[in-house]
């Protein structure tokens, strides 16, 4: 490699680094400085190239290089506080090093490491072990879940809002009452609410009380006594079973009127009598509940006392086509498990795809629309990287694409007249951010070079903006 090549292949390497390189004669003068440095002094190289540390009064302390230059010794952990020139505050660990010829001090070099990149780059850590530990509750957890609220994907405002609300309320044993279509996620709600919480590493147990006739409803979760009627053997129920952990009862407005009244009292007086026996037993379950007709005791058609009892706290999940702009993230993330499902390598939806999936309906909700894009990935040809209309399900193919003018994906945004400024710009700032994570699947360093910023000013966007990196991976 040639002189001129290698000094450049370095000189683009220390641009690169995290780490503050400058650069000083034996006079003192500023020679080079990589882009670390100039970031956090907040000039350009032409600026501080030439000038003399004594004038320097940031990141180089007056006396320091001079301090090497005088001891031919270097100075490790030297901590410096400092104001840029935008009156930022700055903090930084300096190493500085003596570039020596035949004995004779030719160089000065200073390594700068400033806290804020220390700060981000530890947030990104945290961050990225979150998603790895997601990934294995997501794989194997003893309590009996599968999902956390890393789970849970969405771009949307409302469903900022209610993660935050969950995870909020999950600490404490209240009990939770959830709404929401079929397909929108209720039990991945109450398997975050669960894990979230204090005893996340008590059991979850999840049943749908819709698909299990009444009688043997109550012996499962009453439990009951041997003798107690034919064929009845002595056997815990679930109440007693989930302990100090999670009993989710799912499509709970499909249980009748008896048993609600069974149930009430176990809410109550929080004690559960086993069927055939005469004794109470203590339990300490947290009650998580779900319907699918909406937050009121009429809509949910339960008796009154016993909606209040299993309600004090209640979440309504949004269907899809109040939060389209959740649609092509909830997209892309399918895409992604089915390309590794199906041994595929498609990386996005063209435009004319993309618009007809926000404008459709979504009955079935986020479970429709994943079984769409499996129909997709199997109509898709193994050498494509894009789905197209005619990849989607026949009554796709029937839809007109809207007139020319505002898009859909615009029309699924709401409206900005409301938003005051500083509203505004965090919102296209997140969307803006989110969109190119997504595209380039949670690489930062790839990310960072298409936003035309640093990997650490990246880190504390996300931080900022509270955008999930776990679905991007």
């Avoid at 890393?150 to 609300?165: E, K, N």
Wanted: aromatic share 8%; proline share 4%.
């Amino acid at each position: 490699m040639k002189i001129e090549q290698e000094n450049r292949l370095l000189r683009e390497i220390l641009d690169q680094i995290p780490v503050g390189v400058l650069i000083t004669d034996k006079d003192l003068n500023v020679i080079w400085c990589n882009n670390a440095c100039l970031e956090n002094e907040s000039a350009t190289r032409e600026e501080l190239i030439g000038i003399s540390t004594r004038d320097l009064y940031s990141v180089m302390n007056p006396n320091l290089h001079g301090r090497v230059l005088k001891s031919q010794q270097p100075l490790i952990e030297e901590h410096y506080s400092f104001r840029d020139s935008k009156n930022r505050q700055v903090h930084s660990i300096n190493n500085s090093y003596p570039f020596t010829e035949k004995g004779e001090v030719k160089y000065l070099f200073t390594l700068s490491l400033y806290l804020n990149y220390v700060e981000n780059y530890f947030a990104g850590a945290i961050e990225y072990k979150r998603k790895l530990e997601s990934e294995k509750d997501h794989l194997a957890r003893a309590n009996g879940t599968r999902y956390t609220f890393y789970s849970i994907l969405y771009q949307s405002r409302q469903m900022h809002d209610l993660v935050t609300l969950a995870r909020k309320i999950s600490v404490n044993d209240s009990a939770v009452f959830i709404s929401g279509e079929t397909g929108t996620g209720k039990e991945i709600f109450a398997q975050g609410i669960h894990n979230a919480g204090l005893n996340s590493e008590s059991p979850f147990i999840g049943i749908n009380c819709a698909a299990i006739p009444e009688t043997l409803l109550e012996s499962l979760l009453f439990g009951s006594q041997k003798g107690s009627y034919t064929g009845a053997e002595t056997h815990a129920g679930l109440f007693e079973q989930a302990g100090r952990g999670t009993l989710f009862l799912d499509e709970i407005d499909s249980m009748g009127a008896a048993l609600q009244s069974k149930l009430l009292r176990v809410l109550q007086e929080r004690v559960v009598r086993r069927i055939g026996d005469n004794r109470d037993r203590k339990i300490r379950c947290r009650f998580i509940s779900a319907a699918g007709k909406g937050n009121g005791q009429e809509q949910t058609g339960l008796r009154k006392d016993l909606f209040y009892r299993l309600a004090p706290i209640t979440l309504r999940i949004p269907p899809l086509r109040e939060r389209k702009e959740d649609i092509p993230i909830l997209a892309s993330h399918f895409i992604k498990k089915f390309n590794t499902r199906f041994g595929l390598h498609v990386k996005s939806l063209d435009k004319a795809c993309r618009v007809l999936l926000v404008n459709h309906d979504w009955e079935g909700n986020v479970r429709e629309l994943e079984n769409c894009i499996e129909y997709a990935m199997n109509m898709v040809p193994r050498d494509e990287e894009s789905l197209i209309v005619d990849h989607l399900p026949g009554f796709f193919k029937q839809c007109d694409l809207p007139p020319p003018g505002p898009s859909l994906l615009e029309k699924a945004e709401p409206d900005s007249s409301s938003m005051t400024l500083k509203e505004l710009l965090h919102k296209t700032e997140q969307e803006h951010v989110t969109r190119i994570l997504t595209e380039t699947r949670g690489n930062i360093s790839q990310a960072a070079k298409r936003l035309g910023i640093r990997r650490e000013a990246l880190y504390y966007r996300i931080k900022k903006l509270s955008i999930d990196l776990a679905p991007m991976k």
